[in-house]
């Protein structure tokens, strides 16, 4: 079945430390994107890339960084330089229109140890 | 710009009784409305979008929203809830020269009573 995989469902992160959060489609989107979720805030987006080797930043972006090397794949990196990662993280992709629905994976929560 | 509320963080109806989840936006241009239900510790799924033509549109499980020009809304409804309809609601909007992106509101639960 097609649809979007994030890996892993849990993470944790050390103080000082990058973590990359994985997201695989194979619903031949060319659109991808990052949101956060905290409690009572809704989504806030980070990243979003609409074509391979090609991405900008949404509302949220300091502190994160992506790459777009492959269609499929948008992995998230969680810098160090952010400094509240605690959340829950959701990746989704669209054929990229702005009257088509996003479609998500199933989330990574980050906590910090 | 865009942005759309959800005035009610929470919404608590009966088993068998209708529901409403309200939704206003603000856009610059014509909108695309979208509503998304998300489950606990699972991403958001799609239930039902409003492009242009009818003002009523219907979706999954059951699902209805009414867009309103006038008064920029887009409730969703269902004439009668389930149990299992028990979720975190997202309305969305986005417009034709935003490269796809939405903007979400900040969700209302939905909690139905047996």
């Known amino acids: 079945d097609g649809g979007i995989t994030q890996s892993p469902k849990y993470l944790f992160r050390k103080e000082g430390q990058n973590v990359t959060l994985s997201c695989e489609q194979n619903?031949?989107?060319?659109?991808m994107y990052w949101y956060r979720q905290d409690p009572g805030q809704g989504l806030r987006l980070i990243y979003y890339?609409?074509?391979?080797?090609?991405?900008q930043k949404g509302d949220i972006a300091e502190g994160y960084s992506v790459s777009r090397e492959k269609k499929e794949s948008f992995p998230l990196t969680v810098t160090s330089a952010q400094k509240n990662p605690t959340a829950f993280y959701l990746c989704?992709?669209?054929?990229?229109?702005?009257?088509?629905?996003?479609?998500f994976g199933d989330g990574t929560r980050l906590s910090i140890l | 710009a865009q942005s759309v509320a959800q005035p009610e963080d929470q919404v608590n109806v009966a088993e068998g009784n209708p529901l409403t989840v309200k939704c206003t936006y603000s856009?610059?241009?014509?909108?695309?409305l979208f509503w998304y239900v998300q489950y606990p510790n699972r991403g958001l799924q799609f239930l039902l979008k409003?492009?242009?033509?009818?003002?009523l549109v219907k979706g999954s499980y059951g699902f209805e929203a009414e867009f309103n020009k006038s008064q920029t809304s887009f409730h969703l409804k269902k004439p009668s809830a389930l149990v299992s309809d028990s979720a975190l609601y997202f309305c969305?909007?986005?417009?034709?020269?935003?490269?796809?992106?939405?903007?979400f509101g900040d969700g209302t639960t939905l909690t139905v009573k047996p």
């Open positions: 989704a992709s669209s054929k990229g229109q702005s009257n088509q629905p996003q479609h």
């Open positions: 619903l031949n989107h060319d659109a």
């Open positions: 890339s609409q074509i391979v080797n090609d991405f």
């Open positions: 856009v610059s241009g014509n909108p695309y």
């Open positions: 409003y492009i242009t033509g009818d003002n």
């Open positions: 969305a909007v986005s417009y034709n020269t935003n490269a796809g992106k939405s903007t």
